[in-house]
């Protein structure tokens, strides 16, 4: 075989592989679009729903206090009546001493 003969068939196979390599790495980067798109979505939602739990978090920690400061008070206020109400004296049979 004459050289450019050679150098004709090593440009062929050569334009060839580049082209497959170019298709395939073009398909590698379409799906890495793709997954970074649906990380981003997955990150919004996540992003969403934590900002939701933190509401309701909110919601049960206020409701938690305002439950606790009723109890004190009903706590407080049975306290102050059982040491202002009028004590009764016991009292004790007495016999009719001779």
């Given at each position: 075989m004459t050289s450019i003969m050679q150098l004709d068939i090593f440009?062929?196979?050569?334009?060839?592989?580049?082209?497959?390599?170019?298709?395939?790495i073009t398909?590698?980067?379409?799906?890495?679009?793709?997954?970074?798109?649906?990380?981003r979505n997955i990150s919004e939602v996540v992003s969403k729903e934590s900002r939701n739990f933190a509401d309701d978090t909110e919601m049960v920690r206020t409701s938690i206090k305002a439950g606790l400061t009723k109890l004190f008070h009903v706590i407080v206020s049975f306290?102050?009546?059982?040491?202002?109400?009028p004590?009764?004296?016991?009292?004790?049979?007495?016999?009719n001493e001779p």
């Open positions: 440009f062929f196979i050569t334009t060839i592989a580049v082209v497959i390599v170019t298709v395939l398909v590698a980067l379409i799906y890495i679009v793709l997954i970074l798109k649906d990380i306290i102050k009546a059982r040491e202002y109400a004590r009764r004296r016991s009292h004790k049979s007495t016999k």
